[in-house]
Nanobody, 127 residues
Framework: QVQLVESGGGLVQAGGSLRLSCAASLPTFRMNGMGWFRQAPGKEREFVAA????????YYADSVKDRFTISRDNAKNTVYLQMNSLKSEDTAVYYC????????????????????WGKGTLVTVSS
């Protein structure tokens, strides 16, 4: 059974940093693109960042570009989201997701293809 477990959320002041982790019990992890999404209260879930199966390509929403960094450690079956210069509008539940398409080489800008999801971790940024 595939499980994605997010951790690292919490309360932080505006301008601060957090690093989210997503541990995946996914036998094909090395072959799966991974993504981070978020859902703020009263809003739809939105794409934040994604990383290709090889780690060679990364993709970001415009709202987080130059502030957030996605990375992966295939030896640990873990994907990370380093969040810097946090703003109040970054407050949301953050979800990790895995692309079910093995060795997918296209780009990411949404949740199409994301077949596996974690339960989320709450990030609250106080102003």
């Amino acid at each position: 059974q595939v499980q994605l477990v997010e951790s690292g959320g919490g309360l932080v002041q505006a301008g601060g940093s957090l690093r989210l982790s997503c541990a995946a019990s996914l036998p094909t992890f090395r072959m799966n693109g991974m993504g981070w999404f978020r859902q703020a209260p009263g809003k739809e879930r939105e794409f934040v960042a994604a990383i290709s199966w090889s780690g060679g390509s990364t993709y970001y929403a415009d709202s987080v570009k130059d502030r957030f960094t996605i990375s992966r450690d295939n030896a640990k079956n873990t994907v990370y989201l380093q969040m810097n210069s946090l703003k109040s509008e970054d407050t949301a539940v953050y979800y990790c997701a895995a692309d079910g398409r093995l060795f997918y080489s296209g780009s990411y800008n949404g949740d199409y293809g994301m077949d596996y999801w974690g339960k989320g971790t709450l990030v609250t940024v106080s102003s």
